[in-house]
């Protein structure tokens, strides 16, 4: 990791400002930030925020969305963890709390505009970006409409074909409140996970491109 990349995740790892200085209600517990990133890694999950079970691991994806987008990339846990080869950059670096109905809150505003595009910055190597669900889909892919999540996934190669790096993959959110999306697109496990497998392994695998 460079100097300026490892002083810059030091003061992410650091940030209280979502209790300190919110935007609107602030952060209904201690700020515990979740990241995972490198100078070497070439692919990089950007989603929304975690979830209860990866604030108290302070590890991201450590619940069963995170067994699931596992499996659809084809990975084990230790390739997912292996920071030289995957990033993991949230829009929110913090659990949001959630709503009196037990759904998590969205990703922190206050989060992203401080950090995130810092972040990305900092991270010029990155070759593929798993953008995954709305709040992420919004930010990176630039989505100016409301457009169903289907619409967004099956026009995939727009944003995998492009001339500049990184490219990148819409994914809808892994959690298991997806299951019925899954089930009436029976198409995405059949069709587009084959697709993610094989650009994941080319960045991450021995003989692949991230050597």
Known sequence: MTSEL???????????ICS??????????????????????KLAICGQAPG?????????????????????????EGQFYDVSKVAVIPMGF???GQNAK???????????????DQLMEALPQ?????????YAMDYHLKIAKKISLREIVTDYERYLGRKELPCYLPLPHP???????????????RDYVPILQSRVLKLISPGGENK
Request: hydrophobic share 35%; with cysteine.
């Open 6 to 16: 490892e002083s810059l995740v030091a003061k992410i790892r650091d940030c209280q």
């Open 20 to 41: 300190a200085c919110p935007v609107g209600a602030p952060l209904p517990h201690a700020p515990r930030p979740v990241l995972q990133v490198s100078s070497r890694a």
């Open 52 to 76: 209860t079970k990866v604030h108290a691991s302070g590890r991201p994806f450590t619940d069963r969305s995170g067994d699931r987008l596992r499996e659809w990339m084809g990975v084990s």
């Open 94 to 96: 913090c659990f949001p």
């Open 102 to 116: 037990g759904a998590d809150l969205p990703p922190r505003a206050e989060c992203r505009a401080t950090w995130h």
């Open 126 to 134: 990155l070759e593929l970006i798993l953008v995954v669900g709305r």
């Open 175 to 189: 959690s298991w409140r997806n299951t019925h999306w899954l089930k009436k697109n029976p198409w995405f496990e």
